[in-house]
């Protein structure tokens, strides 16, 4: 049986009045990450263009600007930096959400996506009228999929979490630290699952809509390539601040495989038996964690200095400061450190990895993943030859100002909401 639509809903999908969209981010940290980003830059964009947008996030809360709403989903937030794990209270665990989240986590597991889902199925149960569009950021939980009841969902995929999952599992040699790891990851069975029930999925780039298929048991017609913006009123040359000869700068300190970073430690320790070279990693890797280890296996915490969290003026004029910028990622499902760099006039060298060809093109150094031989040649040469550098530099910031605008992603997303909206049932 066709629904019937109401002459609101009909308003929406002819484009003929602004959408109210619902947009759920199960965490949207603003500094760390780039869900954060996403919710931020694409809500302000889709409310420039005359869109009503409302966040739902749980813990760590996005940054908005005026005229987004923000609704937050409490939950236990263990794995707040400052209080990682602590132990609930009992009238805390009083409540089953609470409770299944609790046990997901002293099970080794990660149950903040199934937790959120079921928080906002309960949130759109009493406040839906007021939307006429879901879109989930990358959670996929069962709730998620019971809130189509009431609307049609667009779900964003930034890139099928199965390659974190399998990177991570190779990066391991102890059966006991695999079996964590599957475990950790043992939420994606339940994202699988919910995307075939998604009315559409947007994803960042062409790379990760043919992973998606291949991973998610998602029609490849149904899934809509939407770049993604860089906030380029921000993310710009710095005037007054000089670049340093030799010095690399690279934008991840994680301990995560997938990120590269052990890769680009190894090149450097190369690069400096041959060329004076210092290297600025934005962020502050674990403790005793395995980058830690390897700058001090490999002796070279005499050039490499992590800068810790930045805020925003700071993180630029260390793009401004660097004389290379180094995207080192195994995979990316679209690329945010490439493109910003990009947009401060820093020649790039990019991985390969995923969808970082895409955002990179001809306008950087792309080499193989997972290759420090690799990222040492290219690095030498840039080092080598500075004018070559400097053009890199000039075409990758127009390169983003072409492709890459946030504007042009909002229009784009409300596009496939209205699309959604027409094939709803």
Known sequence: MIKKHTDSELQAINGDRPLRVCLLSYRSN?????QGVYVKYLSAALQEIGHHVDVVSGPPYPELVEGVGLH????????NAENPFRMPGPFELADPINFIEWMGVTTMGYPEPFTFGLRAYLFLSKFHQNYDIIHDNQCLAYGIWGATRFLPAVATIHHPITVDRDVAVQSVRSPFKKLKIRRWYSFIDMQKRVSRHMTRVVTVSEASKKDIAQEFPVRPKRIKVVPNGIDTTHFRPMHGVEREKNRLLVTNSADTPLKGLYHLLKAVHEVRKKRDVQLT??????????ITKLVRELGIRDIVTFTGRLDDDAFVREFSRASIAVVPSVYE???????????????VISTTGGALPEVVGDAGVLVPPADPQALEHAIIDLLDNPEKAQALGKAGYERVHRLFTWKNAAEQTAEVYREAIRAYR
């Open 30 to 34: 603003p500094h760390c990450g780039g």
């Open 72 to 79: 937050k989903l409490q939950n236990l937030d263990l794995y």
């Open 281 to 290: 990693v934005i962020g502050t890797p674990k403790k005793n964690g395995g």
């Open 333 to 347: 499902g679209f690329g945010l450190p490439a493109g910003e760099a990009m947009a401060c006039g820093l020649p």
